[in-house]
């Protein structure tokens, strides 16, 4: 019933961006969230950032000052993420939240190296 689609993922330098989109197929009153989350090999699933369908925004510690969570007019999040570093590297989860229930995209991979 609900797709979510990510995109954006990739091998970067430290110091470097990228960018993520997600976008998801639900009407856009029923989205109550949505973020990302990010698991890395040997370290436990954390949730990286999340924008609620009031604007508000929430970081993980790791990320703040270096991520910034926003919206589009439509169905459509990104994750602008700036000063890369090597522990920044996961694959990340896009979600959405909706009627209640989480659900996950695909997943994008994030290699930060030099």
């Known amino acids: 019933q609900v797709q979510v689609v990510e995109s954006g993922g990739g091998l970067v330098q430290p110091g470097g961006s990228l960018r993520l989109s997600c976008t998801a197929t639900?009407?856009?009153?029923?989205?109550?969230?949505m973020g990302w989350y990010r698991q890395a090999p040997g370290k436990e699933r954390e949730l990286v950032a999340r924008i609620t369908s009031g604007g508000d925004t929430n970081y993980a510690d790791s990320v703040n000052g270096r991520f910034t969570i926003s919206r589009d007019n439509k169905n459509t999040v990104y994750l602008q993420m700036d000063s890369l570093k090597p522990e920044d590297t996961a694959v990340y989860y896009c979600?959405?939240?909706?009627?209640?229930?989480?659900?996950w995209g695909q997943g994008t991979q994030v290699t930060v190296s030099s």
């Open positions: 639900v009407y856009i009153s029923s989205i109550g969230a």
């Open positions: 979600y959405c939240r909706a009627w209640g229930v989480l659900y």
